[in-house]
């Protein structure tokens, strides 16, 4: 590619992911705790309501406590 990493536009997009990740309640734990939170609790808040946006394997369902239904392909 031609574009440098320190490219105005490429700075502006890493801004903008980090303004979503930063704010209150759209990272599950908080920013801090993104890097750190165990990967079958990452999506719990699924099934709590807490959460909208996941993105996970097919096989994530296996990790929710049985009888578990989220939409309709779980």
Same mark, same amino acid.
Do not use: K
């Given at each position: 590619?031609?574009? #440098? @990493?320190?490219?105005?536009?490429?700075?502006?997009?890493?801004?903008?992911? +980090?303004?979503?990740?930063? $704010?209150?309640? %759209?990272?599950?734990?908080?920013?801090?705790?993104?890097?750190?939170? #165990? @990967?079958?609790?990452?999506?719990?808040?699924?099934?709590?309501?807490?959460? +909208?946006?996941?993105?996970? $394997?097919?096989? %994530?369902?296996?990790?929710?406590?049985?009888?578990?239904?989220?939409?309709?392909?779980?």
């Amino acid at each position: 590619h031609e574009i #440098p @990493f320190d490219d105005p536009q490429v700075v502006e997009v890493g801004e903008f992911v +980090m303004d979503i990740w930063s $704010a209150d309640g %759209y990272v599950f734990g908080g920013l801090q705790a993104a890097a750190s939170t #165990p @990967f079958a609790e990452s999506g719990l808040g699924i099934i709590e309501g807490d959460c +909208m946006m996941h993105r996970q $394997a097919n096989f %994530y369902a296996a990790n929710w406590p049985e009888g578990i239904t989220v939409g309709s392909e779980s």
